[in-house]
């Protein structure tokens, strides 16, 4: 098989993947969360949402980054903040508590503050785990599932 073609089946497997990642988030009841991250019509979050576990990448598109920000998801602070450019950062999504939406803040080192309302939202379904850094490589999250109270 030539080279050109195992490229092509790559990409085209990276799609049927996240295609089924989509599927599931909308079986699931979870098709609003697809919508994005709050804060306006050119801030987005990728993925806008994920499970309480965190450690997971998060990317945010916006405005006005530069190195150095802090950023927080409804209060805890984010690890391994990546400065992609000024219109683009990534985190290591922290844990969470509770499922719900959570408010994104990102202070600069002077300590101008910009928050995303509802920004970003954590799920927790019992027996389903859905990792949506897992794939990176194929652009794509995977999912597990086990009856409730059954081990992994």
């Known amino acids: 098989m030539e080279r050109r073609d195992q490229n ?4 085209l497997g990276a799609f049927v993947a996240l295609a089924g990642a989509v599927a599931l988030l909308l079986a699931l009841g979870l098709g609003p969360a697809l919508a994005g991250c709050g804060g306006g ?15 997971y990448e998060v990317r945010i598109n916006g405005k006005g980054f530069e190195r150095g920000v802090r950023v927080e998801f409804n209060g805890k602070v984010a690890k391994d903040v990546k400065f992609i450019g000024d219109d683009a950062i990534a985190v ?3 844990a969470a508590d509770s499922p719900g939406s959570v408010d994104i803040v ?3 080192p002077k300590g101008t503050r910009i928050v995303f309302k509802d920004a970003f939202t954590y799920t927790s379904m ?7 850094g897992a794939g990176k490589t194929a652009g794509a999250g995977s ?6 109270g059954s081990a992994k």
Do not use: E, F
């Open 92 to 94: 290591q999504a922290p």
């Open 41 to 55: 019509p050119d801030t987005t979050c990728m993925p806008p949402s994920g499970g309480l576990k965190g450690g």
């Open 106 to 108: 990102v202070t600069s």
């Open 126 to 132: 019992p027996g389903l785990d859905v990792d949506p």
């Open 143 to 148: 999912a597990s599932a086990a009856p409730p």
């Open 8 to 11: 092509h089946l790559q990409r």
